[in-house]
């Protein structure tokens, strides 16, 4: 019970006030929360499920943008183990992780940088974007059940 007290309060220490009740390992699963839900819509757009919207494609693309900058930064070392799917091989591999990370920053940053104002256009920079989601999934995310 002591032992108990005394983890809850080094965690209640250790996290930012605003974020309470999160931690790294929420916190990137809720950016590829995000990721997973504008990749529907922008898929959507794409197969004429729903009609192309410009404003709403180049959101998406900065929302990527922003999502691959954020991501990187919630894998501190002992977020490995718990409740997530993050591959050992991230903190095993940190020189391939960084090349991975570093190019869905950079595919995000042109993509986003392309204004796609046509659906056509706006294919080719989701196509860009995300073949970095399998990419990356192959070689660094275990998936669960
Ligand atoms: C640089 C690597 C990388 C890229 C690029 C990437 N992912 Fe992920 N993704 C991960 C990892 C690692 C996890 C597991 C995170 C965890 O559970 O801690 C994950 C998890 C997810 C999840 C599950 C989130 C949850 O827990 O509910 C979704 C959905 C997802 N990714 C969608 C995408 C989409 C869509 C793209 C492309 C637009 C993408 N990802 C690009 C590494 C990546």
Same mark, same amino acid.
Not at 1 to 16: E, H, N, Q, S
Not at 90 to 95: D, G, H, R, T
């Given at each position: 019970?002591?032992?108990?007290?005394?983890?809850?309060?080094?965690?209640?220490?250790?996290?930012?006030?605003?974020?309470?009740?999160?931690?790294?390992?929420?916190?990137?699963?809720?950016?590829?929360?995000?990721?997973?839900?504008?990749?529907?819509?922008?898929?959507?757009?794409?197969?004429?499920?729903?009609?192309?919207? &410009? *404003?709403? /494609?180049?959101?998406?693309? =900065?929302?990527? +943008?922003?999502?691959? %900058? @954020? $991501?990187?930064?919630?894998?501190?070392?002992?977020?490995?183990?718990?409740?997530?799917?993050?591959?050992?091989?991230?903190?095993?591999?940190?020189?391939?992780?960084?090349?991975?990370?570093?190019?869905?920053?950079?595919?995000? &940053? *042109?993509? /986003?940088?392309?204004?796609? =104002?046509?659906? +056509?256009?706006?294919? %080719? @920079? $989701?196509?860009?974007?995300?073949?970095?989601?399998?990419?990356?999934?192959?070689?660094?995310?275990?998936?669960?059940?």
């Amino acid at each position: 019970m002591r032992m108990f007290v005394a983890a809850v309060l080094a965690t209640a220490i250790i996290l930012p006030a605003a974020n309470a009740a999160a931690g790294p390992i929420e916190d990137r699963q809720a950016i590829m929360k995000g990721n997973g839900r504008d990749t529907k819509m922008g898929g959507d757009m794409l197969k004429g499920a729903t009609p192309f919207d &410009a *404003a709403t /494609a180049n959101k998406i693309l =900065a929302n990527y +943008a922003a999502a691959a %900058k @954020a $991501f990187p930064t919630h894998f501190p070392a002992g977020s490995n183990t718990g409740d997530t799917e993050a591959s050992s091989a991230i903190w095993s591999m940190p020189a391939d992780w960084k090349i991975a990370t570093d190019k869905f920053q950079k595919d995000t &940053a *042109a993509a /986003a940088a392309m204004k796609p =104002a046509t659906a +056509a256009d706006f294919g %080719k @920079a $989701f196509g860009m974007v995300t073949a970095n989601c399998k990419s990356c999934h192959e070689g660094f995310r275990v998936k669960k059940g």
